[in-house]
């Protein structure tokens, strides 16, 4: 920092926790942006949560609301658990990027608008009647006006990219400012430039200087009187990285295939927001993780299917529309009693729906979503960095337990990232699939081969690779006959495969860890909660537990079978609230299973929980 | 029928001008090569039976195509597979016999070791009892250990044959049963893979899939059982029925035009295309063996009858009185002829014509000579499909040697981890910038 010595007259206060949003076409670089400000913050060691927020158009028309793409970050020296109900500070670059996003600016926040991008062109596409920045409508906020396409031009002028390429780097002109603001370090912004532009050195230069500029630009304006200073968090002891859901799930998956031996195959098909996790597995060829970019869903779980028959860890990765696909497949992988993890990376529905924005609403079709009485192991992942173990115990039940598991994130958590301790691998317990390498059956002095002959505790059948001598077999979608996997159309047999299948499922629970319980063992309301909601569920019970109020929250990994403790975790609560992002789900569950009054709380706007909106219930629900 | 058989006016005793290109093939052929390295010995471990003239790799062969990053092996120009793809890697190489197979079945097994002890579900008379037999009879020569095979289906009449098969097997879902022999294959190069599927199974519900098996070139055996007809839902039309095909979904007469399978595949970017019959075990147990023995997505369409729902289909081309003056077998670098020798097929432009050889005017000098390396050919042949007067080809349409998917996938595994080395699970969690809090 030695070379951008802070302007003494500045004053610099502290502050435990702030939100920023950067905001701006979706061709402005703000996921860019955004990222770059994020691993800033990891080195300035806060705990973080993100958000990015973005259209399905890859380049929506320019200026326009729609076509506004966002990036918001929370961060502090406390414990952070969600990305931030209110914005502190939002960075607009042009006048469409204000109208969605001024909403989430808290009264008397900061807003730095390009003031260049305010003419008349921009404030029509974004439907201002008048300019906002002049007519008082913005009474109440902070705002800065920067010229920051003037003052980018003015700064490359020299440089010999033509205007298009100058107008590019102004959102490094507004990271560089907010670095500033926030008193994070310029370094890693600096050398990631120089890495991703190494090839391209005007380019590199260019973008080196817009972001110097921003930065210094801090310093010497007058429009700052203050500058922030957030001190590092007090987390827990050990080393810690950034990291993205669809990342730590991709790591996830590979730390089950070493410990379990298990060769990994990785079949998918592009689907947002699940792409990212073909993109990362895909590059961890020296692992020797297969991965199969398929013709359709229904292939690339085909595949996956066909490699777990071959002694593999199938795995298939998707979203929504995807696992609609795949459904007959998955059943057929429940017929066949072989290992298969889907991955459900769910966002807005039905149909195609908010392809781009996060939703919980795939938890009834994993549930239920399958032609006769089907039931499989559902799992949960409950933030960016908890993708690792989800992932690694999906592929434990399955290969364990010889069965499909649906593993449910979404675009939040894929999309999202935190701060991460990167896990110890000698601690993750070593699981062991039930190989078969001589026959399990005698009769009339000759061995013959069972493949449903089934493991005594888990019930789970052998899985004989073909190439074992001796094991020959077929298996297949009729309905099998008990231990010999003959086809068998009797009715009893029929039914008591239907209720082996379904005893298989709930003898899962058997491995589950204690639930725990974030607050009292007991109280006035418990607040039960899954997946990506996890965070702003925490957040709320400790803002009420903070106001005095009795109430605590569990989180619930385990969606099916559930674990065998709720039923007496519940008993001890006077009331319980269940929010989730969706229209009412795992509530019907919960409701089916325990015949308890629970309450729903429901958002389906695409985007996350705020705290504030589960305090309220609380609140409500408490008075 | 007058212009199906025109005769060409020309002299005795001269030659019509081959058209070119449909020389047997010859040094100048286009020939598509397994680059060196690549034995065509895979991992089936029989040595395919290769035509004579037909080298499997040139010097002036074609390279094919390699994914970026894919480096040939070695130093210098040579067209290489993948570094690290092996043409057959340890425990892929059991016992074989000598090439040519005979009946020196690995470790004395016999049809009956190939056979379940399931009953045979099929209606009695029907043409996939004869294909099963086949396959059974054909199973021991080929010298891979049962334990090696795997037989995928999906659903319909046809995909019961895994049952019947003393072998592993899944019978799978409708139509994708080419994916989960994908993901297979692609996990276990080690194993023989064969498809088993219908013309609903393979052409309608699993068309996606057919054609995406064959431009990846997968290493299996798919054998299309066509009886035209949907059999196991009780007769309605099928993708290959034929047009005005009156039958239970159709009472006016269907309105679908049918594909043709071999021009279908063909289109896929195919690597073997074939196609026999029921009806002549003999032929199809060569046909098959050919199949397996190639290297690559070997795609059979055998002609199957329904004698419940679609009896008859196929007799004009199956039945002894009819099928000499019908049907044409391709052999290649042999001179189309049939009937008996008494007519032939020559090339004029574009178009096949049926030549007689019996009046003088043509000999069998005359007649398109069979090449299965040219994927022309091939294309005009597939073309034989519904055209009145001239014979329907029955034999090997095309062969092509290309690296097949599951080489190219487990080659580029080798190859980046050669290169990068093997991952580091630990490493990789911190590849990323990392803090550390005390």
Known sequence: MSDHPQAPEKHVEDLPEATILFAGDSGDGMQLTGSQFTLATAYAMNDLATLPDFPAEIRAPAGTTYGVSGFQLHFGSVHIRTPGDEVDLLVAMNPAALKVNLRRVRRGGAIIVN?????????????????????????GYHVIPIELTKLTREALKDSGLNQKEIDRSKNMFALGLALWLYSRPIEPAIEWLSRKFAKKPDVREANLQVLKKGYHYGETTEQFAVRYQVPPAKLKP???????????????????GQKSGLPLFYGSYPITPASDLLHELSRLKNFGVMTFQAEDEIAAVGAAIGASFGGNLGITGTSGPGVALKTEAIGLALMLELPLVVVNMQRGGPSTGLPTKTEQSDLLQAMYGRNGDAPLPIVAASTPGDCFEAAYEACRIAATHMTPVILLADGYLANGAEPWLIPDLDRLIPFRPPFVARPNHESNGHEAFLPYARDPETLARPWAKPGTPNLEHRIGGLEKQHETGNVSYDPDNHQLMTRLRAEKVERVAREFPPTEINGDPEGDLLVIGWGSTRGSIEAA??????????????????????PPDLGEIFSRFERLLVPELNNGQFVRILRDRFLLPFVPLNKVQGLPFKTSEITAKIDEMLT | MADQNPKDPKPKGVKPAMPPGVRPAGPKGVKPAMPPGVKPAGPKGVKPAMPPGVRPAGPKGVKPAMPPGVRPAGPGKKPAMPPGVRPAGPGKKPAMPPPGGGDGAPRGLTRQDFATDQDVRWCPGCGDYAILATVQRLMPELGVPRENVVFISGIGCSSRFPYYMNTYGMHSIHGRAPTIATGLKAGRPDLDVWIITGDGDGLSIGGNHLIHLMRRNVDVQLLLFNNQIYGLTKGQYSPTSEFGKVTKSSPYGS??????????????EATFVARTMDRDPKHMKGILRQAHNHRGASFVEIYQNCNIFNDGAFFQFTEKDAKPDTTIFLEHGKPMTFSRGRKGIRLNGLQLEVIDLTDGAWSVDDCLVHDETSREQATILGRLFQQPGLPRPFGVFYRELRPTYDELLQGQIEDVTRRKGPGDLEALLRAAETWEIH
């Open chain 1, 541 to 562: 019970v400790e803002s009420a537990r903070k106001r005095g109020q009795k109430v605590s929250s569990l989180h619930v990994r385990y969606l099916n079978p559930l």
């Open chain 1, 238 to 256: 050990g080393t810690y990285r950034a990291i993205r859901g669809a990342e730590a799930l991709a790591l996830g998956l590979l730390a089950a």
């Open chain 2, 255 to 268: 309105i679908d035009y049918p594909f043709n399978p071999i021009s279908l595949v063909l289109g896929a």
């Open chain 1, 115 to 139: 003031v260049d991008a305010f003419e008349e062109k921009n404030l029509k596409l974004a439907g201002y009647e008048s300019n906002p920045l002049e007519d008082g409508s913005l009474k």
